[in-house]
C-alpha cells in the first residue's frame, strides 16, 4: 500500500523560508506527479503546486507564485516544498499528494489525487 508522509511544518515568523518535505514509500515515485495542496481554518483545500512526472513541468496556484518552488528528489522518494517570505495567510495545513497520470501539472492541480498524506501544520506568527 502506497504512502505519503510530510514532515517540516511547524511554528514559524512571518518572512521565514522553512522546506516542507514529503517521503514516498510503497510506490514507484518516478510513476507519479507529485504536488501540494493546503487547507486553512473555515476554507476548502486548495492545490498549491504540482510536478509532473516525466518531464517534471511545473504548476502553481496564483497566490504562491514567485515565493514556493516545488522539486522532487526521485532517487530519495522525496518531494519539496520550498516556502519563501512566509505570510500570516500561508497558516494552513499541508498535504502531499500523488497521481497515477500522465496529464501536466496544470491540469492535475485542480483535480483529486490519487494518494494523500495526512498532513502538516504550518502556522505563521506575524
Known amino acids: 500500500q502506497g504512502q505519503v508522509e510530510e514532515s517540516g511544518g511547524g511554528l514559524v515568523q512571518a518572512g521565514e523560508s522553512p522546506r516542507l518535505s514529503c517521503t514516498v514509500s510503497g510506490l514507484t515515485m518516478g510513476n507519479f506527479a507529485m504536488g501540494w495542496f493546503r487547507q486553512a481554518p473555515g476554507k476548502e483545500r486548495e492545490g498549491v503546486s504540482c510536478i509532473s512526472r516525466g518531464v517534471y513541468t511545473t504548476a502553481y496556484a496564483d497566490s504562491v507564485k514567485g515565493r514556493f518552488t516545488i522539486s522532487r528528489a526521485t532517487a530519495k522518494n522525496t518531494l519539496y516544498l520550498q516556502i519563501n517570505s512566509l505570510k500570516p495567510e500561508d497558516t494552513a495545513m499541508y498535504y502531499c499528494?500523488?497521481?497515477?497520470?500522465?496529464?501536466?501539472?496544470?491540469?492535475?492541480?485542480?483535480?483529486?489525487?490519487?494518494?494523500w498524506g495526512q498532513g502538516t501544520q504550518v502556522t505563521v506568527s506575524s
Open positions: 499528494a500523488a497521481w497515477d497520470s500522465w496529464r501536466s501539472a496544470e491540469v492535475l492541480i485542480s483535480t483529486t489525487p490519487d494518494y
